[in-house]
């Protein structure tokens, strides 16, 4: 989730706030201290952020319901690996994302 509102440029009180909950509610959703939350909290907070509900509650399919640029959507679903990640699988994919442009640059 927190991809989704950090996407959208939604702070953790914003969005407890459109939503009519405390923001310790939006850390712990985010945090995975709590189970599923309720499904009115789930509503809510997919209608804030137009995600869809099986993104949100299963990681599942595309994360936004309407339009959204296709780098922005491609970004989210990496951040949502990365934060899986531990520190050396992340500096791993930094070492090769920066390859990588070395190599796109020589390219061009």
């Known amino acids: ?6 996407a959208q440029h939604v702070t953790q009180k914003q969005l407890a706030d459109r939503i009519g909950v405390s923001r310790g509610v939006i850390t712990y959703i ?4 709590v189970g599923i939350p309720q499904s009115i909290v789930i509503d809510a907070i997919c209608s804030v952020l137009q995600v869809k509900k099986e ?6 399919g595309s994360m936004q319901t309407g339009e959204m640029d296709p780098k922005t959507e491609l ?8 934060d899986a990640m ?5 500096t791993y994919v930094l070492n090769t994302v920066k390859s990588f442009n070395k190599y796109i640059k020589k390219q061009k």
């Open 1 to 6: 989730m927190s991809v989704a509102r950090k």
């Open 86 to 90: 531990d520190l050396s699988d992340l």
């Open 30 to 33: 985010e945090t995975n201290r």
């Open 55 to 60: 993104w949100l509650v299963d990681g599942k």
């Open 75 to 82: 970004k989210a679903e990496i951040n949502n690996y990365m």
